[in-house]
């Protein structure tokens, strides 16, 4: 915390919701226990965007290394919610478990093994998360894109790649393609490594801009 920390979360929560404005207009937490960050700016433009534009549906996906335990609690009541987590486990805040489905499906969890690779990551992923979303049809498909699960991060133990990152973009477009007008707001989250939070937020950007 300093004292810029209060004006630098508001404008954090105020992009996300600034960034649901832009994709919509363009077709024209409060968990306190293990937190890394002040306001879960991806649950705030979640729950903004079923308010602001009356959505019966909308999907966070998370690839984070760690499991976003605030943004499930927010959403496990909310069948108007889905939440889809990719993270290694056994690791921090402990949460994530593939029991933990939420009150009618909208929780998944998909927990990975530290050394986790490529191939693993992309199988998982395309056989338990992709088909989930695809079933949940979201309005607005919101990602909470963090890159420590890069190999390069210091904190974790996945060894994800820069392609990987690029990989997921390009499959969760081609989900929002055909669910909500290719309708995605990607909300930058962790990284340890600068190195690596460099190489695959710039894969990250790339696919998003079909590049
Ligand atoms: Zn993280």
């Not at 965007?49 to 959403?75: C, I, K, P, S, W």
């Not at 998360?129 to 909470?144: M, V």
Request: one cysteine or more; glycine letters at 8%.
């Amino acid at each position: 915390m300093s004292p810029g920390s209060w004006e630098a979360a508001m404008r954090c929560v105020g992009a996300a919701c600034a960034g649901v404005d832009a994709v919509m207009d363009s077709a024209a937490d409060t968990d306190i226990r293990k937190v890394f960050c002040i306001f879960n700016q991806a649950a705030i433009a979640a729950a903004y965007a079923v308010d602001a534009y009356q959505l019966e549906r909308v999907a966070v996906v998370d690839f984070d290394v760690h499991h976003g335990n605030g943004t499930q609690a927010a959403f496990y009541n909310r069948p108007e919610l889905f939440y889809a987590s990719s993270h290694q486990a056994p690791f921090y805040p402990g949460t994530g478990a593939e029991s933990e489905t939420g009150v009618s499906q909208n929780i998944v969890n998909l927990p990975l093994p530290r050394g986790c690779d490529s191939a693993l990551f992309r199988s998982r992923i395309q056989a338990e998360i992709l088909p989930a979303i695809r079933r949940f049809n979201p309005g607005l498909l919101i990602i909470s894109a963090g890159f420590d699960a890069h190999r390069l991060d210091p904190l974790a133990g996945l060894n994800l790649e820069d392609e990987d990152f690029y990989w997921i973009t390009e499959q969760l477009m081609r989900i929002a393609d055909v669910s909500c007008d290719g309708r995605i707001v990607s909300i930058l989250e962790g990284g340890y490594s600068l190195d690596g939070l460099a190489s695959g937020t710039a894969a990250h950007v790339r696919a998003l801009m079909g590049a």
